[in-house]
């Protein structure tokens, strides 16, 4: 009996470059799927890392001052601790708030819903069955009702608010010991404490940003909302600043629902300024001018910046798409930034601070050819 022989130049190497790729994507997918499980976990564990990072040099500039470490970390956690509770506060009034606009405006929706009938059945020439199908699919009262139960679940926060303010107290505490931990490990693995301060460098920086952007936004359509009289103008206005943090979908998110109300109240000139202001003000700040700061001041390009958006979002729900940023750029540290044999990917994904610095050399041996030569 013979044995068959396989051609060994057919067989893949387990050390072969392809091999190692789809290795290390069978892993990832393996990481995400774990991920995506533990999301009611691994969503606030990360906005309590961050929210401890942002507060940090708060502590660090009171202990420089001379107060106590015990008092200077007491007084981070309160300072986050008021600030969720100021946005807790909010979202709980506007949903109170919310419940009581919304059986006034049921005579409007209906006849809304009657004007549409009228216009695709009468002026188009639509069927009735693709008329119903249509109207049923843009009922007004189903959004809304869409739209408080979002709320209303956000507000049954119970234990995930004691779990998130627990992480930022443990957090903050530790945080004592943290640079005395990066300084031990950095004998041994110094990219890699670069890599993470690096992160929460930029971190704060989007937080920072993000948060001026977000209020200056929010105060101008309240006081747009305020002057045409639109019902809920604070809600909307507070929905704008949380979205803020939302690249590029978070305009269109507070769009529709002040637009809708705008409508209601006030008819088609109230929607139509409405519209026009969030399209021109407010895309022009968080859709062109905030991206484009925020992508600069972390290093991720804007293409990254909105499809990081899609993936959390996907993968950790609303919490991963409010901190879709930092959560790519915690990715980039741990994946590329804390190996420096990766440092080749950094202009694929928007440091490109030595392009630029190529393309002005460049930029200047054209000139200087061009001079005439004396």
Request: net charge positive; hydrophobic share 55%.
């Amino acid at each position: 009996m013979s044995a068959s022989t396989g051609n060994p130049a057919s067989t893949p190497s387990p050390n072969s470059s392809g091999t190692k790729v789809l290795i290390s994507l069978a892993a990832a997918v393996i990481v995400l799927i774990g991920l995506s499980s533990i999301s009611s976990i691994v969503g606030p564990v990360f906005l309590a890392l961050v929210l401890t990072i942002c507060v940090y040099p708060v502590k660090q500039r009171l202990m420089a001052r001379g107060v106590a470490p015990v008092l200077a970390g007491l007084a981070t956690i309160l300072s986050v601790y008021a600030m969720i509770g100021a946005l807790v506060a909010s979202l709980w009034v506007s949903a109170v708030q919310l419940t009581k606009l919304l059986p006034q405006f049921a005579p409007q929706i209906t006849e809304l819903s009657d004007d549409l009938r009228i216009f695709l059945h009468d002026s188009l020439g639509i069927g009735d069955e693709q008329v119903r199908a249509i109207v049923d699919s843009v009922d007004l009262r189903v959004l809304f009702d869409t739209a408080y139960t979002i709320l209303g679940s956000a507000m049954n926060v119970g234990s995930g608010l004691v779990f998130l303010l627990l992480l930022i107290m443990f957090m903050s505490i530790d945080a004592t010991y943290f640079p005395t931990i990066l300084a031990v490990v950095k004998e041994k693995r110094a990219p890699v404490v670069d890599a993470l301060s690096n992160f929460a460098k930029l971190s704060r920086s989007f937080m920072i940003m993000t948060t001026l952007f977000g209020a200056i936004v929010a105060a101008l359509n309240l006081a747009l909302l305020l002057i045409l009289g639109v019902p809920g103008a604070g809600l909307w206005a507070l929905l704008s600043f949380v979205c803020g943090f939302i690249p590029f979908i978070g305009f269109w998110i507070s769009l529709v629902p002040a637009a809708i109300m705008a409508l209601l109240a006030g008819g088609l000139p109230t929607f139509i300024g409405v519209v026009a202001f969030y399209g021109v003000i407010n895309s022009l700040i968080q859709s062109i001018i905030q991206p484009k700061f925020v992508s600069g001041s972390v290093n991720l390009n804007m293409t990254l910046t909105f499809l990081s958006v899609i993936f959390w979002s996907a993968l950790l729900g609303p919490l991963g798409a409010l901190m879709a940023v930092p959560l790519t750029l915690f990715a980039r540290a741990i994946l590329v930034d804390s190996h420096p044999e990766s440092a080749w990917l950094k202009p694929f994904i928007g440091d490109v601070s030595g392009s630029k610095a190529m393309l002005a050399a460049q930029r200047a041996e054209g000139k200087a050819a061009k001079r005439p030569k004396v």
